[in-house]
């Protein structure tokens, strides 16, 4: 690894996006103008959305335009409805998850008792590692968005978090034939934001923190939508961030916040009609930012999906400088 890459890794300040946000073309140039460290590319299908764009224009023009000016490239994906495919479920429906009805459903994820779904989804992610080669070392594939886990009778006393590390362990040690320096991250988000309890951590895999999805452990009271600038649900998070970082080292762990996130903002719908409402955010990010940085949390990325040509024509760019100088 090169000296550069152990500092992307020590230290990261970037921003995730939508490949479709490249029709932005000046990404990888705004991005190291503000200071940022890392652009990673995000999509829900195991990087079957991203692999196509990389291969046109406006993705070679990326990938090329982050290697001269230094920027680090990762790719986070909510993968495992692609790494084990759901046309499986007709001839082999043990691989999948059971539901709390007591039935097997291809809905998401997958059965962690199934020896052979550990083995698909590991050798798939080996393969998507291939075409989607991280800069970093540092690998990205979650479990489905915000979807539930294994209820079968050899899963139910797993929690969520347990059952997905039980898959990471699984991936890193795929990958690791593939890039013996491949580290592989946790993320703590929905279901998985109650840690694990009985599935060691593999050395290697590091806590990802995405404070969302809080709705679907528990009732909450006050906004917990993507992006909140509640302080009484956010302290919620920072509980839930405690309790993982007994498990978890501060040091190599890495949040994924919403600080800059016109996708959620927007509704995930386009054409977006409103700018982002940075100065609302303002305050609450710097709060955020304090909370991390009390618990020993050095690397940050934030979504930013959806500032595209059209976002930008319309409503400017985001405020990057100002994000990443106060990392
Ligand atoms: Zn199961």
């Known amino acids: 690894m090169s000296e550069w890459n152990r500092h992307a890794r020590a230290r990261t300040r970037g921003v995730v996006i939508n490949p479709e946000d490249l029709s932005f073309r000046e990404w990888p140039e705004r991005a190291k103008e503000a200071g940022l460290t890392t652009i990673a590319l995000h999509d829900s299908r195991a990087g079957a959305t991203i ?29 495992v409805c692609d790494l084990l495919p759901r046309s499986l479920f007709e001839t082999n429906p043990e691989l999948f998850r059971m539901n709390d009805a007591g039935e097997r459903t291809p809905d998401a994820n997958l059965c962690v008792h199934s020896e052979q779904a550990l083995e698909i989804v590991a050798e798939a992610a080996v393969r998507v590692a291939k075409t989607l080669r991280p800069t970093t070392g540092r690998y990205f594939y979650w479990g489905d968005d915000a979807a539930p886990a294994c209820h079968c009778p050899r899963c139910r006393d797993l929690t969520p978090a347990d059952q997905a ?29 109650i840690p694990p309890s009985q599935v060691r951590p593999a050395p290697g895999l590091f806590l990802e923190f995405a404070p969302g999805g809080l709705h679907c452990i528990e009732k909450v009271e006050g906004d917990a939508s993507l992006g909140t600038t509640d302080r009484s649900v956010k302290e919620r998070y920072f509980e839930l961030l405690d309790a993982n970082l007994e498990i978890f080292d501060a040091g190599q762990a890495q949040v994924l916040e919403y600080w800059l996130d016109v996708s959620a903002f927007a509704g995930w ?42 976002y930008v024509s319309a409503f400017g760019e985001l405020p990057l400088a100002e994000y990443a100088s106060a990392l």
Do not use: M
């Not at 590390?165 to 998985?192: G, K």
């Not at 305050?283 to 959806?306: H, K, V």
């Open 51 to 79: 692999a196509p764009i990389l291969e046109r224009e406006e993705g070679q023009r990326f990938l090329e335009g982050c290697q001269r000016l230094g920027l680090a490239v990762e790719y986070e994906l909510h993968a």
């Open 269 to 310: 719908r386009k054409p977006v009609t409103r700018a982002l409402d940075w100065e609302r955010r303002r305050p609450a990010f710097a709060l955020d930012l304090e909370a991390y940085r009390s618990r020993g949390i050095q690397q940050f990325t934030t979504f930013a999906c959806y500032a595209d040509a059209d």
């Open 165 to 193: 590390l039980l898959v990471e362990n699984r991936i890193l040690a795929a990958l690791r034939t593939l890039d013996p320096h491949a580290t592989l991250a946790h993320l703590t988000y929905a279901y998985t934001l």
